[in-house]
C-alpha cells in the first residue's frame, strides 16, 4: 500500500532537463536512484515509480503535462491511490530562496509558481513542499526567463551535495518529520561547505582516501563523530560514477 507520493516539479524533454524551473525533478530523480526505485513508467499523465524509503512505500511522480499543468497529474494520482493532504510532498524550484537554501512548509501561498497554483487549483491546499532556492534575477518581468535558464556550473558546488543530502535523509520526510529532515539536511550542506572551503580532496573526504579496512572501521563511528562519512555516503557516491544516478551525476556536472 501506497504511504507517500513524493512529486517533482519541472518540465519534460531533455531541451528542460538542466533548467532551475527543473530542480524539483532532480531531487525525486536522486531519491529514487539511491534507494533502489523499480523502473519508471507511464500512468496519471507522468512518469512514476515506486521504491522503499526507510520502510515507508513512497510513489515518486514527475508529472509530464509542464508545470502550468502539474495539477491534472497531481490529483489524478492522489484520487486513484486515496492520499491524504499531508502523504503529499511536493519539490519545487523557489525565487525567493538564496540558491543553496530550502525550506520545508504545508499549505500556504504559491509564490506566484505556475506549479503550485495549477495543483491547488486542482485540489484542496495543506499538501506538504519541499522547498528549494534559485534566487531571483531582481526583477518580476525577468523571471520566467531566468527559471527555464540552466543552472550556472557554479551551482554545482551546492547542487550536488544538496540533492546527495536530500536522498540520505529522505526517510524522515517520509515519516512526515520535517523538522528533523531539514535539521538533518541543513547539518550535512554545513559541513560540506565546510570542507569545500579546506581546499584539498584529501581534506574534502580524508576517509574516502583510506584504504578499505580503515574506511570500514572509519565508518563504525557512526552519525555522530562522523555524519558526512557514513556508509550511505559512500553507497550514493558509488552511484554517482556507477548506476541510475549516474546520469543526473553527469547531467549537473555539464
Excluded at 519508471?40 to 514527475?62: C, H, N, P, T, Y
Excluded at 550511505?232 to 552511484?239: G, Q, S, T, V
Aim: charged residues 25%; positive net charge.
Amino acid at each position: 500500500m501506497m504511504k507517500q507520493l513524493l512529486v517533482g516539479l519541472g518540465n519534460p524533454g531533455s531541451s528542460y532537463a538542466r533548467n532551475r524551473h527543473n530542480v524539483g525533478f532532480m531531487a525525486v530523480d536522486a531519491i529514487h536512484a539511491y534507494w533502489n526505485g523499480g523502473p519508471w513508467r507511464r500512468k496519471f499523465q507522468s512518469e512514476i515509480a515506486e521504491a522503499d524509503v526507510g520502510g515507508v512505500r513512497v510513489m515518486f511522480l514527475k508529472p509530464q503535462t509542464f508545470m502550468n499543468e502539474s495539477g491534472r497529474a497531481v490529483v489524478e494520482a492522489s484520487r486513484f491511490y486515496k492520499f491524504e493532504l499531508n502523504d503529499i510532498i511536493v519539490v519545487h524550484d523557489e525565487i525567493d530562496l538564496p540558491p543553496g537554501k530550502f525550506r520545508m512548509k504545508t499549505g500556504g501561498g504559491t509564490g506566484g509558481h505556475n506549479g503550485l497554483k495549477s495543483i491547488s487549483a486542482h485540489m484542496r491546499d495543506g499538501y506538504r513542499r519541499l522547498r528549494i532556492g534559485v534566487g531571483h534575477p531582481g526583477r518580476k518581468e525577468l523571471v520566467p526567463n531566468y527559471v527555464l535558464h540552466d543552472f550556472a556550473r557554479a551551482d554545482d558546488e551546492w547542487l550536488m551535495p544538496m540533492m546527495e543530502s536530500f536522498a540520505i535523509e529522505a526517510p524522515l520526510l517520509m515519516a512526515g518529520n520535517d523538522a528533523a529532515f531539514a535539521s538533518k539536511v541543513h547539518r550535512r550542506l554545513t559541513m560540506s561547505a565546510g570542507r569545500e572551503k579546506s581546499g584539498s580532496a584529501a581534506s574534502a573526504n580524508p576517509i574516502a582516501a583510506r584504504p578499505p579496512a580503515e574506511k570500514a572501521t572509519a565508518d563504525k563511528d557512526g552519525e555522530e563523530g562522523h555524519p558526512a562519512h557514513t556508509r550511505a555516503h559512500y553507497k550514493l557516491m558509488e552511484r554517482a560514477t556507477s548506476g541510475p544516478f549516474s546520469a543526473l551525476a553527469q547531467l549537473l556536472r555539464k
